[in-house]
């Protein structure tokens, strides 16, 4: 039997596409309170820098990962040159360091592509036989630094060279007193929220044996977060960083911005997704920044979620900053808006800002959005969604497949296929080692493409290891038989 597929102009599923109000970008070079990296703008990695060389008594950082060679230059030399003790708070879990899909929920894709399981186990490997003192949880992916106990700062940023070259990033010092309460939560994680804790250095090139350790916590050593401006995760003890953030969307009167990495699992925020449609409700201006990552549904369904409940959203392709301000209160933070890792688990951090970062961090959130390079649609027209991937094709040096412009899909009778969902979502086609795939939304069907036909074989699970290219056609026609 054989369908033609009659199409609209648009694709029942949101997407982001090119915002064509978009004004000339200029990176924000104003670093008085709030530090950046953008593109020509490293200040957040000097001031990393600057802490780790001024230091003169003690350096305690944690991040989830360390690949920059500057920034690991920098710390073995203060190891090495002179009595500074230093104190490294990192993660070791395999299941993220190895898996490329799980990655993607901590570290850029620029990250993941500079292979940084290898370098991060090897710059360890050298610090820790150097003597900097190491420890490791599987949940670490609070990223901040204090030198001296007394001088804390807050980042979003990885140490890595994407983070800290042109990834838009953003970080902010501590008072004293409220970096002694961050030095506090460093201490009381390092010494019993650690699951690693004992390295065996091993002749083998970048090669550590790790001895596991019983991770026990009384809560009560925790910080206690009305002393300070100081937010936290850790675990399910205590997730008053989430609650931070839901207050400053609940205590919004005028405008709400909201920028972060990406947007998934939102099941698991309830109390967020009320607070943004009850801020809609009460006529507040949401607007929310974040990276247009079109290749992850998850993140897609996120956006899509929030865009119905009130939120416009913008989108860039760099960014990783994270934070949300309204027109009294603001917060940097760690975490993404991510229901499945660091707001209701796993270590992450932030911090409630002074009024002129406050300031600060609006005007660059205004300033990220009136230069955003996309907005996302609920209901894209094909038009729209075809011109947004030539151009990130373009911009990011893919060379994607080419395919006709009339195409035909052809299963056998029996095969479990929702027509709807290859006419009114966007298809594409994607390949590994072992294949080629057709996918629609979260449909993957292992396929074999010739005469512009995509034969389909047998349906699978979601893959995450496809190279995947949208497929830029004007008529489709389905058959089986």
């Known amino acids: 039997?054989?369908?033609?597929?009659?199409?609209?102009?648009?694709?029942?599923?949101?997407?982001?596409?090119?915002?064509?109000?978009?004004?000339?970008?200029?990176?924000?070079?104003?670093?008085?309170?709030?530090?950046?990296?953008?593109?020509?703008?490293?200040?957040?990695?000097?001031?990393?820098?600057?802490?780790?060389?001024?230091?003169?008594?003690?350096?305690?950082?944690?991040?989830?990962?360390?690949?920059?060679?500057?920034?690991?230059d920098a710390i073995l030399n203060k190891a090495q040159s002179s009595n500074v003790s230093i104190f490294i708070l990192t993660q070791l879990d395999q299941s993220k360091l190895t898996n490329q899909f799980s990655l993607l929920d901590f570290l850029t894709e620029e990250e993941v592509r500079e292979n940084p399981a290898q370098t991060h186990?090897?710059?360890?490997?050298?610090?820790?036989?150097?003597?900097?003192?190491?420890?490791?949880?599987?949940?670490?992916?609070?990223?901040?630094?204090?030198?001296?106990?007394?001088?804390?700062?807050?980042?979003?940023?990885?140490?890595?060279?994407?983070?800290?070259?042109?990834n838009t990033e953003s970080g902010v010092y501590l008072t004293q007193e409220d970096s002694k309460e961050l030095?506090?939560?460093?201490?009381?994680?390092?010494?019993?929220?650690?699951?690693?804790?004992?390295?065996?250095?091993?002749?083998k090139k970048n090669k550590i044996f790790v001895v596991q350790s019983e991770v026990k916590?009384?809560?009560?050593?925790?910080?206690?977060?009305?002393?300070?401006?100081?937010?936290?995760?850790?675990?399910?003890?205590?997730?008053?960083?989430?609650?931070?953030?839901?207050?400053?969307?609940?205590?919004?009167?005028?405008?709400?911005?909201?920028?972060?990495?990406?947007?998934?699992g939102l099941?698991?925020?309830?109390?967020?997704?009320?607070?943004?449609?009850?801020?809609?409700?009460?006529?507040?201006?949401?607007?929310?920044?974040?990276?247009?990552?079109?290749?992850?549904?998850d993140h897609l369904k996120g956006s899509q979620l929030l865009s119905l409940a009130g939120c416009k959203i913008f989108a860039d392709l760099f960014n990783h900053s994270k934070g949300v301000i309204n027109e009294k209160r603001g917060m940097i933070f760690t975490a993404n808006i991510d229901g499945f890792h660091g707001l209701k688990n796993g270590f992450e951090v932030g911090y409630v800002l002074q009024e002129k970062q406050r300031i600060e961090f609006?005007?660059?959130?205004?300033?990220?959005?009136?230069?955003?390079?996309?907005?996302?649609?609920?209901?894209p027209s094909r038009t729209d969604l075809f011109q947004t991937y030539s151009n990130y094709e373009n911009t990011k040096g893919i060379k994607a497949p080419t395919f006709a412009k009339d195409i035909i899909i052809s299963y056998r009778k029996g095969m479990v296929v929702n027509e709807s969902e290859l006419s009114e979502l966007p298809l594409f086609y994607g390949r590994s080692r072992n294949g080629e795939y057709l996918i629609a939304g979260n449909a993957y069907f292992k396929c074999k493409f010739m005469n512009n036909t995509f034969l389909l074989a047998e349906k699978e699970n979601p893959r995450f290891d496809l190279e995947r290219y949208i497929l830029k056609y004007d008529n489709l026609k389905i058959i089986f038989n």
Do not use: W
Request: hydrophobic share 40%; glycine share 4%.
């Open 1 to 72: 039997m054989e369908v033609n597929v009659k199409h609209t102009d648009q694709f029942s599923s949101g997407a982001y596409i090119l915002n064509s109000n978009m004004a000339p970008y200029s990176p924000f070079k104003q670093t008085g309170s709030v530090f950046l990296t953008q593109e020509n703008n490293n200040s957040l990695k000097e001031e990393i820098l600057k802490l780790i060389n001024q230091s003169t008594e003690v350096v305690k950082i944690c991040s989830f990962i360390i690949t920059d060679t500057e920034i690991f």
């Open 121 to 166: 186990l090897k710059f360890i490997k050298k610090l820790f036989d150097s003597g900097v003192h190491i420890r490791a949880s599987v949940s670490a992916h609070a990223k901040f630094i204090i030198a001296d106990r007394i001088n804390g700062f807050i980042t979003s940023a990885n140490l890595t060279t994407p983070s800290l070259t042109f």
């Open 183 to 203: 030095d506090k939560l460093f201490d009381v994680i390092f010494q019993m929220g650690t699951g690693y804790r004992q390295f065996i250095s091993s002749a």
């Open 217 to 264: 916590i009384k809560k009560e050593l925790l910080p206690n977060p009305t002393v300070s401006n100081l937010r936290y995760t850790y675990e399910s003890d205590t997730n008053n960083l989430y609650e931070e953030i839901v207050s400053i969307i609940n205590n919004a009167s005028e405008y709400l911005y909201i920028s972060t990495y990406s947007i998934v």
């Open 267 to 297: 099941d698991s925020l309830i109390e967020l997704k009320q607070a943004i449609k009850d801020a809609s409700g009460r006529g507040v201006q949401i607007n929310l920044f974040c990276r247009g990552m079109n290749y992850r549904n």
């Open 362 to 379: 609006l005007n660059i959130h205004s300033d990220l959005i009136k230069s955003a390079y996309y907005i996302f649609q609920n209901t």
